[in-house]
């Protein structure tokens, strides 16, 4: 009967499970390397978009030879390093190994199998000690389980609860600074990425399409040039697609770790783990859609 | 009016100057055929400025976000030296409760006259020991 009622007090202690944690995490930490895998680089689209390079295209079209009087000298020029954009990709990289790193600490320690000892051994052990040191003792099969669940108990739910607590601390304080590091990180993907990508369509505009379309005389060799910008196009509107995918994504992320800080604190777990659930549903769903994308 | 910009300001220019070449390219569109060649070699030069400017603003705009957040960014990271501190404690809390276990069962076989027992049981202890 005591022993009953010490593993009930024990389970109360530590009625909050750390499952919708871990699985919170585990989505974000996916979550978090398939968005650094996705997004291009400002390095990459400097030198894709750069001037220098685009007018090499003109060499190589149809009035290649008749119209473009410096062919060559475009394939001959430099493409300039762009330090900032170097600077730039290598700060982003920062903010997701950073973002992951938490995210990965998150899920190792809410990891359920962490702390799952089990007293099966020490207990048989014991019995066996037992029964050659202190025979009177008389231990029956039915008492050494009732030791064996007990053990289990007291070894594992204090620390389970002193787990749970500190996993609630951790997100709870680090709650507003992570709002503040994935705010950036929107605004360095939907904003300055997202610049990168709109400025590379006007350089095409102004490198390429204007002196294509100038030197085309027909209608049929206007609706060529017309067509080729447009798919030129639809290799940008994939990068803006990806980073759209990239931004709820980063939305998700921000909104379950808001509902883990201020869902555990509230007393209202149930409802929490409901909407973490829902919020792993979706993380999963949009790495899946990133994925397709980058194929 | 603060004397230096900050990263939403330098979006803004950088944005300004893509409008402006797309100004000057729509405009270069229109009149391709009246442009000398010379005048198209000088909108060309200007356009190039004009776009490598722009990207090298966008990107500068990363670095002033990232001071924003250097602070926060130093929190996260301290939060996950943090939980990495207390999973090592944690696994070892786990270590030691295996040796226990572990020692139970070699005192168990040394009661019971079990040779092989003893073996595994002090090969057990070593195997958790080596593992830091």
């Keep these: 009967m005591k022993t009953r009622l010490l593993i009930l007090l024990v389970s109360v202690v530590s009625c909050k499970s750390t499952d919708s944690i871990n699985r919170f995490a585990k989505s974000s930490s996916s979550g978090l390397a398939e968005l650094d895998r996705s997004t291009p680089s400002f390095s990459g689209l400097y030198k894709k978009n750069d001037p220098s390079r685009l007018k090499k295209i003109l060499d190589t079209g149809i009035y290649g030879n008749a119209m473009n009087p410096e062919k060559g000298s475009a394939a001959a020029a430099s493409i300039p390093v762009c330090m900032p954009c170097k600077t730039a990709d290598s700060l982003t990289s920062v903010i997701n190994q950073t973002l992951t790193a938490y995210f990965t600490m998150l899920q190792e320690l809410s990891d359920k199998k962490l702390i799952a000892y089990h007293a099966e051994d020490l207990v048989s052990s014991l019995a066996l000690i037992q029964a050659g040191v202190a025979p009177s003792m008389n231990l029956t099969d039915t008492k050494i389980s009732a030791i064996k669940s007990l053990l289990n108990a007291v070894l594992n739910e204090p620390l389970k609860a002193y787990r749970y607590q500190k996993l609630q601390e951790t997100i709870s304080r680090n709650d507003s600074a992570l709002g503040v590091v994935i705010g950036t990180y929107r605004f360095i993907l939907d904003t300055a990425l997202r610049g990168e990508i709109e400025l590379a369509r006007a350089n095409y505009v102004s490198f390429v399409y204007a002196p294509l379309y100038g030197w085309a005389k027909t209608p049929v060799e206007k609706q060529l040039v017309n067509r080729e910008f447009g798919e030129y196009q639809t290799g940008l509107s994939a990068d803006l697609e990806k980073i759209h995918q990239c931004i709820q994504l980063l939305n998700t992320i921000r909104k379950g770790h808001h509902s883990l800080a201020t869902g555990g604190a509230k007393n209202t777990w149930n409802a929490t783990e409901a909407e973490i659930a829902a919020d792993i549903i979706r993380i999963n769903t949009l790495v899946t859609e990133l994925v397709r994308l980058v194929q | ?132």
């Design chain 2, 1 to 132: 009016m603060s004397e230096t910009l900050n990263a939403q300001q330098l979006i803004r220019l950088a944005q300004s100057l893509t409008r402006m070449q797309s100004a000057i390219t729509d405009y270069e569109i229109r009149q391709y055929d009246a442009l000398s060649a010379s005048q198209k070699g000088k909108i060309e030069l200007a356009l190039t400025e004009l776009a490598r400017a722009a990207g090298i603003l966008y990107a500068y705009s990363v670095q002033l976000a990232f001071e924003d957040a250097e602070g926060q960014l130093k929190q996260l990271k301290s939060a996950a030296d943090d939980m990495s501190r207390f999973l090592k404690t944690t696994k070892k809390i786990q270590r030691v409760l295996d040796l226990v276990s572990s020692v139970a069962g070699i005192a168990a076989a040394v009661i019971s006259y079990d040779l092989n027992g003893v073996v595994s049981g002090i090969d057990e202890v070593v195997q958790i020991l080596a593992n830091p």
